[in-house]
């Protein structure tokens, strides 16, 4: 792939699978066949979490702070992969992530690091992955678009059913979905069958829409304590936890005191 000098490397028109960059305003971004953004790097903090969608991905933190095994399905330009690796140094995370060039692309030009003892990459299919009779995990993180929409084998019954057998006791699974896409309420409905209790986080910016679903139900969480929970982990982590707990509000069930989940 050849870089110009101001970082903007368009696809064929009639190459779907094309992986490209472009940077504006001083940040980098990820495209796979479309001109839609699939992640973002602010160059001067590469790694913070540019977009809204990866932030809320974060709060499933206000549910279980502390995973130990993580499994990220999806790598894109790796923004949510260099913070959780950054920010819970106790986790050992395991991406998969079916392209190649993604992978080359983003430890060349979105600083994701090399694999060590607590993180390591592969490439591979996210849907196999899940199935496999591996090690249970904590927490499972799945982000998988394409150019048009959410990748087909990683949003049916069976993916999800496999998503939770991988899950250990008190395991979350966190799954990025477009508010816009015309398989929307389908998607969400799978999760919704398989999971006993699902919590879904409109992100700041309208669209993504962030599930979390649990192996195990968590109860009804109090409001209060929600809120004493996103007031310690804004202080440790500098995101919006805050908002995170106000937009819980918006599509779940719950009454004054508690979310009912």
């Avoid at 049916?156 to 015309?182: E, H, M, S, T």
Wanted: aromatic residues 10%.
């Amino acid at each position: 792939m050849k870089f110009l000098a101001k970082w903007r490397v368009r696809k064929p028109a009639d190459d779907a699978e094309t992986v490209y960059v472009s940077e504006k305003f001083g940040v980098r971004s990820l495209h796979l066949g479309s001109d839609t953004v699939q992640s973002s790097m602010r160059m001067a903090k590469p790694f913070d979490l540019e977009l809204s969608y990866t932030r809320s991905m974060m709060g499933f933190m206000l549910f279980n702070a502390r995973p130990q095994r993580v499994l990220m399905i999806g790598l894109g330009g790796g923004s949510l992969a260099k913070f959780i690796y950054r920010q819970l140094p106790w986790a050992v995370l395991q991406v998969v992530e079916i392209s190649p060039r993604v992978v080359a692309i983003a430890r060349q030009y979105f600083h994701v690091p090399p694999d060590d003892a607590r993180f390591s990459v592969i490439v591979g299919d996210g849907a196999e992955h899940a199935a496999r009779d591996d090690d249970s995990v904590d927490l499972m993180v799945v982000d998988g678009y394409d150019a048009e929409s959410h990748v087909e084998a990683l949003s049916d019954k069976a993916f999800y059913q496999n998503c939770r057998k991988r899950l250990g006791p008190d395991g979350i699974l966190v799954v990025n979905l477009w508010g816009g896409d015309r398989q929307f309420n389908e998607t969400l409905q799978r999760i919704e069958s398989v999971f006993p209790a699902t919590a879904c986080l409109p992100a700041e910016k309208p669209g993504n829409v962030i599930v979390f679903a649990f192996r195990d139900s968590p109860g009804n969480p109090r409001w209060d304590d929600l809120a004493q929970r996103a007031l310690a982990l804004q202080q440790q982590h500098g995101l919006e936890f805050t908002r995170f707990v106000h937009g819980l509000r918006k599509m779940n069930r719950h009454d004054e005191h508690r979310l009912m989940i």
